[in-house]
């Protein structure tokens, strides 16, 4: 069964004076499965934010309807089953992070102790355990990211909508949120998530989705959409020079065109993670 169904959902805004404005949403239909990663991309403006608002039932479709593990947007039903991380930070300022989590929890229905031991072992696990009783107010962008992230786990929801999680976040944490999403659907949690940095859709999504002007372009598993035809690439090691002269001079024999042979660079992204390493404190 499908966890979320978008279907044929429209939406247009309009003025105060009922004026035609901006055509956000325009026929979109998407099917996500249970326990699949899925990331909704596309230009600033194509409507991925407004989808995700319809799902969890804070605006209206014109037309077509969204539906949360066949509930309806909004409903009880589908609100207990949904977690959604906005893509503005809704945190109260004057809470501390501590607070911030267990007031969602009792929220959510969590028992006093429930929502204590949750409150810390999410804080623990978002990286902010020194900051647990720190004032919202204070924290620097990333740390509201991280402190959201926290507070749409406290009720361990079955389905995660999550606008630009990343956002923010520094290359550790964009590292851990995508370990994190990894670690929730390995539980068979179901995830959307919307981002603008395409490494981290690239390596947690199962299946993506281009959006513009509020239409699907195209959408597939990435292996569907990203396979290159008609090359191969061989990686090997030691870097034998020797060898690899062999090995070049056997493909031309063979009729083979080398399109690119060297000594690979790593990305920035994992040089970072490799200088910087892991937090203070991790093993
Ligand atoms: N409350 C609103 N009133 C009027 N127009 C709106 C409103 N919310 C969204 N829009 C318009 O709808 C379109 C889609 O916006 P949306 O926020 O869904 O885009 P997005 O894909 O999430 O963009 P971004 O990548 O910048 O977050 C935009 O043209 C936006 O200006
Ligand atoms: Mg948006």
Same mark, same amino acid.
């Given at each position: 069964m499908a966890a979320v169904v978008l279907d044929n959902l429209t939406k247009t805004? *309009?003025?105060?004076?009922?004026? *035609?404005?901006? *055509?956000?949403?325009?026929?979109?239909? %998407?099917?996500v499965h249970k326990g699949e990663v899925f990331g909704l991309l596309g230009p600033n403006g194509s409507g991925k934010s407004t989808a995700f608002k319809i799902c969890v039932g804070l605006l209206r479709p014109?037309?077509?309807?969204?539906?949360?593990?066949?509930h309806a947007p909004g409903s009880l039903a589908a609100r207990m089953a949904t977690g959604y991380l906005p893509e503005e930070s809704t %945190? %109260?300022?004057h809470l501390t992070a501590r607070e911030t989590l267990r007031l969602l929890g009792a929220l959510s229905g969590l028992t006093r102790q429930e929502c204590a031991r949750r409150a810390?072992?999410?804080?623990?696990?978002l990286g902010l355990k020194e900051a647990g009783a720190r004032r919202v107010k204070g924290f620097s962008k990333g740390m509201q990211r991280r402190l959201g992230v926290a507070g749409v786990l406290m009720a361990d929801p079955q389905v995660f909508i999550l606008d630009e999680p990343t956002s923010g976040l520094d290359p550790l944490g964009a590292r851990d949120m995508k370990q994190l999403i990894l670690e929730l659907a390995g539980k068979g949690k179901t995830i959307i998530i919307s981002s603008h940095l395409l490494g981290e859709?690239?390596?947690v999504c199962h299946r993506v989705?281009?959006?513009n002007q509020g239409r699907l372009l195209r959408q597939g598993t990435l292996d569907e959409l990203l396979r290159e035809q008609g090359v191969?690439?061989?990686?090997?090691?030691?870097a034998d020079p020797g060898a690899v002269a062999a090995l070049e001079n056997l493909a031309r024999e063979r009729g083979l065109r080398i399109e690119k042979s060297g000594v690979p660079l790593k990305t920035l992204e994992s040089f970072y993670v490799d200088v910087l390493g892991k937090r203070a404190g991790e093993p």
């Open positions: 805004f *309009r003025d105060f004076l009922g004026r *035609r404005r901006v *055509r956000a949403l325009d026929g979109l239909c %998407l099917s014109d037309a077509g309807q969204a539906r949360i593990l066949d %945190l %109260l300022p810390d072992a999410l804080l623990e696990r859709i690239e390596n989705a281009f959006l191969h690439e061989l990686r090997v090691s030691p």
